[in-house]
Structures are given as C-alpha cells and as structure tokens.
C-alpha cells in the first residue's frame, strides 16, 4: 500500500499528488512513469512522474480528471492508501551531451516537460521553455518552470496569460530570431506536438516527442500502446515513451487514441453519480 502524503489542486481539472513510495523514487528519472491502482478492483493507469525526492521517499504525479479511474483518484485524500504504484517504468530522458535545448510543453502536458526541463537546467544546459494553455485559469506549474529555465515564454489560446498564439508561434520565432538549438523535447496532446515535430522537420532540430497512450500491463504484452516509428511497430511502455519525432506517425497515433473516448466518457459519468449518491 502506497500512502498519499500531498495533496493539492493545480486547476479545477487537474491535482497533483505526493506518493510514498520510496523504492520507485529511489530510481526515478525525468521521462519515465508509474502504474497506479486506486483499489484492489480498480484498472491499471499508467502516469507520468512529475517529480520524485529520494530522500523523502516520495514521488509526485499529477492528473487530469478526465475518466472513471481518474475521478475515484481525486475522491481520495492525504493519508489514503493507493493498492498500487509500479515502477519506473520507461526509459528516462537522455540528457547526455546537449548544451542547449527547448522544452516544448502542452496542457496538462507540462507536468511531464517541468522534470525534463528541471533536469537539464541542474545539469547546466541552457534551457528555453515554451508552455501553452488555453486561458490563465488552466495554467499549472508557472513557478516551477522560471526556476528551471533560463528563458521562459508563456502562450495562451485566448492571451489571458503571456503572448496570445500557439506554441509554434512562439518556437518559430525563437529559431527564426537565431537560436540554436541540440534538440527540442515536446511534451503534450498529439496535435500540438504533431505540428512542433513538424515545424523542427523544416529546420532540421533533432527533435523527441513524449508518447502516452493507451497502456494496460506497461511491459509491453498487451500490445496497447503500440505506434508506429519509422515505419516499425514499437511499443511506448518499453521502447518509450520518448521517441524521434520526426518518425512518428502522428496520424494514426490520434486516430487510435480517440477509439476509446465514448467508453471513457460514459465510464466518468457512472463513475461521477456513483459519488453524487453516496453523498446523498
């Protein structure tokens, strides 16, 4: 059992929580990720590690409300036990031999590119940070991404936060204005980081894109997190979830992620009226 020691609320869809689980954070790295389960019952989802403290034992995650499991993970509460918490999973991040890199993040997606960019900055790479969201309510992890980058630009769908645009508008421009760069890592929904990976294609950046699909055992058995990378079949729990991603196919990796989203959106809802009752 795997006590939860933080809990705290990053926006109104999103909550970070803090993990004992001494022996995954003992080996913990930017870029890999856990298997959690809510309860004995409960399904297996996998989470990116957001943070981990080797001292404290601890590790953070942080979640999007967005189906059944998810929901039942935001009714719990510090000193609640999680039935399991496996890992790390994934290969980590190779920051090896890069001395200037961008972190391209999305979304909820920027808690997955804040330990990426947390790690090269305290290895001294120069890092640029670009992060989008939608409006300024939605933003999380502001603080923690000025103190690992030493140029931080903010994008918002609507302008309520930093400069009006897409991520590609703001990375575009940093190339355009003579920034170079070993490699740029993107982080966050398909789309967005299909036309990152694109835009890098055109200027030749070495660029990694960070994959999360569906994934059921996280050793690769199962088969569900399959994609296709070079025109090869790989599997994201065991040969990512990092990969080139000018080699990704995009089209097809959004294509399969959207096959479940009737299920899990009925499943969220049974999920919802289930506590609408109880605290009824």
């Not at 979304?107 to 989008?132: D, E, R, S």
Request: proline share 5%; with cysteine; charged share 25%.
């Amino acid at each position: 059992m795997f006590r939860i020691l933080k809990k705290q609320p990053l926006n109104p869809t999103v909550t970070l929580m803090k993990i004992e689980a001494p022996a995954v954070a003992k080996k913990a790295n930017p870029g890999q990720f856990i298997i959690l389960r809510t309860d004995a019952e409960g399904e297996r989802i996998p989470l990116t590690i957001a943070d981990y403290d080797t001292s404290e034992g601890s590790v953070t995650i942080i979640f999007q409300v967005v189906g059944a499991t998810t929901e039942k993970l935001n009714h719990m509460n510090e000193g609640d036990f999680l039935q399991d918490f496996v890992g790390p999973l994934g290969k980590a991040t190779n920051t090896a031999g890069k001395k200037k890199v961008a972190v391209v993040g999305g979304g909820v997606g920027c808690a997955i590119a804040y330990p990426v960019a947390k790690k090269f900055h305290q290895l001294g790479t120069i890092v640029h940070t670009v992060a989008g969201f939608r409006t300024k309510d939605l933003v999380i992890l502001e603080q923690e991404f000025e103190n690992a980058s030493d140029q931080f630009v903010k994008m918002s769908d609507d302008g309520t936060w930093g400069e009006k645009g897409l991520v590609t508008d703001a990375l575009r421009a940093l190339i355009e204005s003579g920034e170079q760069y070993d490699e740029v890592i993107t982080i966050g929904p398909l789309p967005m980081m299909k036309f990152v990976c694109k835009l890098t294609k055109e200027f030749g950046i070495p660029t990694v894109a960070s994959m999360n699909p569906i994934m059921i055992d996280g050793t690769g058995m199962c088969g569900c997190c399959r994609l296709t990378v070079g025109g090869e079949m790989k599997f994201a729990c065991v040969d990512g979830p990092e990969f080139d991603g000018h080699l990704i196919d995009f089209d097809e990796a959004i294509a399969r992620s959207s096959m479940y989203r009737p299920f899990e959106r009925k499943t969220h809802e049974e999920t919802c009226n289930l506590f609408k009752k109880e605290v009824e």
